[in-house]
């Protein structure tokens, strides 16, 4: 019995450690505006020069200006995506090492800019920052976003989300 119940705690222990919740981004814009994007929101995102893709979602609570959010890397060649944190620190706010975290988001009327958290891009070893844009119409949002390092554009492409629920 003693055993089971030990086995059964650190089976929890790993998974809640697999499941770090993502830091909470508080949104600059006006109330209006920021209400506007309450709810949970999930697309995707594509580059289509280097086929590189993933999945994006975040969550604002209704009332709040602080959302949940973030983008999960998906490399064409099989190659790991990082954060440019040391992994014991990234841990600390991601559930995976290819979850990156977004960063800052900046609302005004239908218009949102933010960035993600700095990775090393594996297709340069190096440390890339990505700006993203986009446009709230109703319940999607679509836009475009760059990755640079040493301020040389590495990629660009477009990226897309629906409200699930609100």
């Known amino acids: 019995m003693r055993r089971a119940l030990i086995g059964s705690f650190a089976i929890v222990a790993l998974i809640g450690c697999r499941t770090a919740p993502s830091m909470p981004v508080q949104l600059q814009g006006d109330p209006r505006s920021i209400a506007g994007l309450a709810g949970s929101w999930a697309g995707e995102y594509w580059n289509g020069a280097g086929g590189r893709g993933g999945s994006l979602s975040f969550s604002l609570r209704s009332g709040s200006d602080s959302l949940f959010g973030d983008v999960t890397m998906v490399d ?8 440019a944190d040391p992994s014991s620190v990234h841990a600390m706010h991601a559930g995976s090492a290819q979850q990156l975290r977004i960063d800052f ?3 005004r009327a239908d218009s949102v800019r933010g960035t993600l958290e700095p990775y090393i891009s594996p297709d340069c070893e190096c440390s890339v920052n990505t700006v993203f844009f986009g446009q ?8 475009t976003f760059q990755t640079r390092s040493a301020g040389r554009i590495r ?7 629906r409200r699930v629920n609100k």
Do not use: T, Y
């Open 155 to 161: 990629a660009e492409g477009s990226w897309e989300m």
């Open 136 to 143: 709230v119409r109703s319940d999607k949002i679509a836009g």
């Open 76 to 83: 064409p060649r099989g190659q790991p995506v990082r954060s």
């Open 105 to 107: 988001v900046a609302v």
